[in-house]
């Protein structure tokens, strides 16, 4: 089975910051990455799949880049919603979630 | 507007049995592949089960192989998940939710959520 492996778990960020989640694959994946945001109480809601493409409706500060077993997601200046828990997703094999990536507020 | 709507959680005892419910509006569902993902309390995601959208294709969990098994009835646009043999490491969250590809017979993204429904296991 296909692991991913996010870093950090979690960190601290000011509002206006430039931040940047990685995601690695146990084997190559090629694009097959999708990230989501989850807030505490809600489901997970897609930001980016095909490792780059955005979701309809989600702001241009969130991108993805990444191919084979690493990917980053970058969020180029941290608003106040988006403090929250970030997945990645591989689905090369099935659809193996990391084990999420916890931004709060410094 | 898409909606899912999950039920069907509840409290059970070890080895006992639930069956979750997912009803959907808002698209055709029976155009789309749908799957259930679970998250324990406190902790992160994990894919349960895929169903495809003719149910000719439907993928487990090594997790709950052989213990939960998924259907939907695309005339009534409900997917649903039958668990039993149920154990306290099953208690989660389940939220249901539709690959974004459409109809295929692989797992991909997932672009519609419902809010969940809590399962727990516990005597």
């Known amino acids: 089975a296909i692991r991913m492996t996010q870093s950090p778990s979690s960190f601290s960020a000011s509002t206006g910051d430039r931040v940047t989640i990685t995601c690695r694959a146990s084997?190559?994946?090629?694009?097959?990455l999708a990230w989501y945001q989850q807030k505490p109480g809600k489901a997970p809601k897609l930001l980016i799949y095909?490792?780059?493409t955005l979701q309809s409706g989600v702001p241009s500060r969130f991108s993805g880049s990444g191919s084979g077993t690493d990917f980053t997601l970058t969020i180029s200046c941290l608003q106040s919603e988006d403090f929250a828990t970030y997945y990645c997703q591989q689905y090369y094999s099935y659809g193996t979630f990391g084990q999420g990536t916890k931004v709060e507020i410094k | 507007e898409v909606q899912l709507v999950e039920s069907g959680g509840g409290l059970v005892q070890p080895g006992g049995s639930l069956r979750l419910s997912c009803v959907v509006s808002?698209?055709?569902?029976?155009?789309?592949?749908m799957i259930w993902v679970r998250q324990a309390p406190g902790k992160g995601l994990e894919w349960v089960s895929y169903?495809?959208?003719?149910?000719?294709?439907?993928y487990y969990a090594d997790s709950v192989k052989g213990r939960f098994t998924i259907s939907r009835d695309n005339a009534k646009n409900s997917l649903y998940l039958q668990m039993d043999s149920l154990r306290t490491e099953d208690t989660a969250i389940y939220y249901c939710?539709?690959?974004?590809?459409?109809?295929?017979?692989?797992?991909?993204?997932?672009?519609?959520w419902g809010q969940g429904t809590l399962a727990t296991v516990s005597s």
């Open positions: 084997q190559g994946i090629g694009s097959y």
């Open positions: 808002g698209f055709t569902f029976s155009s789309y592949s």
């Open positions: 939710a539709r690959d974004a590809y459409g109809s295929g017979s692989s797992m991909y993204y997932f672009d519609y």
């Open positions: 169903i495809s959208s003719s149910t000719i294709t439907t």
């Open positions: 095909a490792a780059t």
